[in-house]
């Protein structure tokens, strides 16, 4: 081996080096903040499962599996399934209204998409407890609703404390972030389609359905998973407007941690929570990947 080719190896050893910590250095913060704060809290929260709840509360290291079977508890386990239906509700109708309003704004003009974009973020500039006891003063008894029906000669009607007002919430609160995905998928869609479509003799229904629902696929696929996702497992607005009445899963997990200090049990459903996101972003995955 001649001195140019160890000398030209070593340069290339020392280059792969350099390239190496390089990343290290660019990826260290990041994959500091996820062991940190993501793999370990997981990590110790599934540990939590395997273990029972001591007598006074917290955690006794003795291995147990009935933390498991408790989830299909007809207790537990309805609890589960009404947090699903009204996420399932909240994510159909921010659905169907963001749509249509992401749609709206993809096709204004360019000056007036960017204040319409704004109008829709402006609330999250707003403290999310502040909005939510907005909405208590607005549909409370003596409320802005209840006066101005009042004066109309109807009510007053019990708008607070019940399913309706949390679904209310639930959209009111994530509708932007149904609206963000579908303007991007609608923005980034090609007019020319459309115009090809209308120019076969296809109706803006049969063109809807047929070409701009199937391109913009993703952005609903998305949309619909940042709005069901912090839904399923919300428990403020529960807590506010349901008046703890309807419990979900989010304020189940809560009260095993802060009240019945079940910690195990309020470890197993998280891990179930968590397991349901893992679902719904492989199946986002699969989707992006077919269209």
């Given at each position: 081996m001649t001195r140019s080719t160890v000398s030209g190896a070593a340069a290339a050893?020392?280059?792969?080096?350099?390239?190496?910590?390089?990343?290290?250095?660019?990826?260290?913060?990041g994959l500091t903040y996820l062991i940190v704060l993501l793999l370990i809290p997981l990590a110790l929260v599934?540990?939590?499962?395997?273990?029972?709840?001591?007598?006074?509360?917290?955690?006794?290291?003795?291995?147990?599996?009935?933390?498991?079977?408790?989830l299909f508890d007809p207790l537990y386990l309805d609890v589960i399934l009404?947090?699903?239906?009204?996420?399932?509700?909240?994510?159909?109708?921010?659905?169907?209204?963001?749509?249509?309003?992401?749609y709206l704004i993809a096709m204004l003009p360019r000056k007036w998409k960017t204040v319409a974009l704004v109008a829709i973020v402006?609330?999250?500039w707003t403290n999310f407890l502040v909005r939510i006891y907005?909405?208590?003063?607005?549909?409370?008894?003596?409320?802005?609703?209840?006066?101005?029906?009042g004066e109309l000669g109807l009510g007053p009607f019990e708008?607070?404390?019940?399913?309706?007002?949390?679904?209310?919430?639930?959209?009111?609160?994530?509708?932007?972030?149904?609206?963000?995905p579908l303007y991007a998928a609608i923005e980034k869609l090609?007019?020319?389609?459309?115009?090809?479509s209308a120019n076969l003799g296809a109706r803006p229904a049969r063109t809807f359905v047929s070409v701009t629902l199937p391109l913009t696929l993703p952005g609903v696929v998305t949309g619909c998973?940042?709005?069901?996702?912090?839904?399923?497992?919300?428990?403020?607005?529960?807590?506010?407007?349901?008046?703890?009445?309807?419990?979900?899963?989010?304020?189940l997990i809560r009260d095993q941690f802060l009240k019945a200090r079940d910690w195990p049990f309020g470890s197993t459903l998280a891990l179930a929570l968590i397991a349901v996101l893992i679902v719904l972003l492989l199946l986002q995955a699969w989707s992006a990947r077919r269209a």
């Open positions: 050893s020392r280059s792969r080096r350099s390239r190496a910590l390089g990343r290290l250095i660019f990826l260290g913060p599934l540990s939590y499962t395997l273990f029972r709840r001591g007598r006074f509360g917290g955690v006794v290291y003795e291995a147990t599996g009935e933390n498991f079977t408790r009404s947090s699903l239906r009204l996420a399932t509700i909240a994510t159909v109708i921010a659905l169907l209204v963001g749509y249509p309003t992401a402006l609330p999250f907005a909405w208590i003063v607005l549909l409370s008894g003596p409320g802005l609703v209840n006066s101005t029906l708008f607070l404390y019940n399913q309706g007002t949390i679904v209310t919430g639930l959209v009111y609160s994530y509708l932007p972030l149904m609206v963000l090609d007019p020319q389609l459309r115009e090809a998973l940042f709005v069901f996702v912090p839904s399923f497992g919300n428990f403020i607005i529960p807590e506010l407007l349901g008046g703890g009445r309807s419990i979900m899963v989010g304020n």
